[in-house]
């Protein structure tokens, strides 16, 4: 496994949660772009957001915008998401997963994967 993610955990409403996906030992992350997606029970693979390989530039999906933050530190070689304000229906297994070049919102699109870690919202 080239990625790692970490992070998840019960979270109340409105509260904040940080994942991290970290490359393993001998995969280094700075040459791929990175894209966080989530998979909620019963419901489809959805992307959430994404960055590229120098973090200049990063996209989010309308469902997050405004409250999360993508973000990589390529010295750590790992890249984050900070989840705020969030709702019972980020409830999911949030994935990181890397490819080269341009990030792309479509998972098929992506080479390494991480594990999953579970992200749950409820009071």
């Known amino acids: 496994v080239q990625l790692q993610a970490s992070g998840g955990g019960l979270a109340q409403p409105e509260g904040s949660l940080r994942l991290s996906c970290a490359g393993a030992s001998g995969f280094d992350i700075y040459n791929y772009a990175i894209a966080w997606f989530r998979q909620a029970p019963g419901k489809e693979r959805e992307w959430i957001s994404c960055?590229?390989?120098?973090?200049?530039?990063?996209v989010y999906a309308d469902s997050v915008k405004g409250r999360f933050t993508i973000s990589r530190d390529n010295r750590k070689n790992t890249v984050y998401l900070q989840m705020g304000s969030l709702k019972p229906e980020d409830t999911a297994v949030y994935y990181c997963?890397?490819?080269?070049?341009?990030?792309?919102?479509?998972?098929?699109?992506?080479?390494?994967w991480g594990q999953g870690t579970l992200v749950t919202v409820s009071s």
């Open positions: 960055i590229t390989s120098s973090g200049e530039t990063t």
């Open positions: 997963a890397a490819r080269r070049g341009w990030p792309r919102a479509n998972g098929d699109e992506y080479n390494f």
